[in-house]
C-alpha cells in the first residue's frame, strides 16, 4: 500500500492517460470551451489544454518551441481533410492539479475571421462549444529572443494582429526584453471591425513608453482611428526612425494589403522579394518579415 501511495503521490503511472496535449508531431483533438463574437465576422475561440502533473518529453518540447519565438497551430477541417495555420493570441496552463485526472488544465485562444470562400474559417465558425477540433503544434514561425531588436515595426490588417498581438504580450511582460520598443499600425474597414482594441489601448496607456497604436480604417466615422490607407506617406511617417541592423518590420494581413506594402509571402517555405510601398522607401528582405 505505501508504495502505491508513492505511485500515487509522485507520478502518474496510476492515472488516467492524459488527452488534449499539444503535439507538433500529430493531430490530436481539443474540445472547444468559450466562443465569442469580436464583431460582425470574427469570433474568438478558446479550446481546453491539458498536461499531466509532472511534464515529460512531450511538454518539454512544446515549451522549447514555444520559447523560440513567434508560433503557430495547424487546425485540421476533419471533414474534408484540409487544414490551415492559425496564430493564437492566448495560451495559459493552470499549475493546479486535479487529483482525480493527474491532469493541469489550460487554455488556447484563436481570432478568426469568417470569410465567404474560407472552408476552414467556416468550419471553425460552425463549430459548437463542446465539439471537438484537430490541432497539431506549436510550430515555430520567427525566432525571437529578448533584446533581438531595439524596435519593431508592425504593420497589420484585420485578424493578422493575431501574431503581432502574441508578441505584443510577450515582450512587454518579459523583464529581460525591457528595452525593446513596439510600434503597431493596425488597418481595418471600420472601427468596430477593430480586433482587441480595448486589449491593445490598455497596453499603450500601460505601457506608453514601449509601445504606441495607430489605427486606419477605410471608412468612418471615425474618433480614434485615421480614416486613410496604409499608402507611402502613412508608412513612411511610420517608419521614421527606422535603423537598419537594429529594428525590423513586421507584417501580417490580407494578401491586398500585403501586395500594395511589402510584397505577399509565397506558399510554402520562403518570403519572396520584398516589393510595394516598403521597396520603394528603400526596405530590403533583411528588414522584413512577413506572417
Known sequence: MAFLYYLHLHTDLLKPEVKERLNPEKYTPFTLTEKESLTPDTVRFRFRVNRPRFDDELEKLVDNIIAQGAWAIDIKDHMVQTYRTYTPVGFFMSNVVDEESGSREGFLEFVVKRYPRGSLSRFLHDTRVGDQVEMRGPMLVWPYYAAKYRHLYMIAGGTG????????????????????????????????????????????????????????????????????????????????????????????????????????????????PVQGVLRELGFTPADVFKF
Open 161 to 272: 494582429v493575431a501574431p503581432m498581438y502574441q508578441l505584443i504580450d510577450r515582450i512587454l511582460n518579459d523583464p529581460a526584453d525591457s528595452d525593446t520598443r513596439i510600434s503597431l499600425l493596425y488597418g481595418s474597414q471600420t472601427e468596430p471591425d477593430i480586433i482587441y482594441r480595448g486589449l491593445l489601448d490598455k497596453l499603450a496607456q500601460t505601457h506608453g513608453e514601449r509601445f504606441s497604436v495607430t489605427y486606419l480604417v477605410d471608412r468612418g466615422p471615425a474618433t480614434v482611428a485615421q480614416v486613410a490607407a496604409p499608402n507611402m506617406d502613412t508608412v513612411r511617417a511610420f517608419t521614421r526612425g527606422f535603423e537598419r541592423g537594429k529594428d525590423v518590420v513586421l507584417m501580417c494581413g490580407p494578401d491586398a494589403m500585403l501586395a500594395a506594402i511589402s510584397g505577399v509571402k509565397p506558399i510554402g517555405a520562403g518570403q519572396g
